[in-house]
């Protein structure tokens, strides 16, 4: 009887990385990592280690930043494939950056079709978006 409640599981529906838009989420992406630099590495002897890297991920439509936290460091090396689960647009000044927290995986894959080419010239971290204040009229 439990098993008849359960709902059945959706398949996952990809996209590419020229589709994000800001203040979306709920993404899964599969994305090649093209490099990785530490940019937080704080922590106490007694107390929680904080990690935070900066990636450059992409697949065969663009690239784009995506912001790495603590477990997730160890998983984002150059030249590896990951699956994104459930990955939001995050703004960092006036930029998208992509992140996955704690609702959503990075998983390592194998890529589907021998090595894809990461499109680089299209940098969606290097568009900047300006936040204009709808006026009542």
């Not at 007694?46 to 160890?74: K, W």
Request: net charge neutral; with cysteine; aromatic share 4%.
């Amino acid at each position: 009887m439990a098993a008849a409640s359960k709902s059945e599981l959706r398949k996952p529906i990809f996209t590419k990385v020229d589709q994000l838009r800001p203040g979306t989420s709920g993404h899964t992406l599969t994305v090649k990592v093209i490099s990785s630099s530490m940019v937080l590495n704080k922590g106490k002897p007694e107390g929680p280690h904080m990690r935070i890297a900066e990636c450059l991920v992409g697949d065969d439509t663009g690239v784009i930043i995506f912001t790495a936290r603590n477990e997730q460091v160890d998983l984002m090396k150059p030249g590896s494939t990951v699956i994104l689960r459930n990955a939001k647009i995050d703004m960092f000044k006036t930029s998208m950056r992509l992140a996955v927290d704690k609702w959503g995986r990075v998983e390592l894959t194998q890529p589907e079709d021998d090595e894809f080419q990461v499109k680089h010239d299209n940098n969606l971290s290097l568009v900047e978006y300006e936040l204009v204040k709808a006026t009542e009229n």
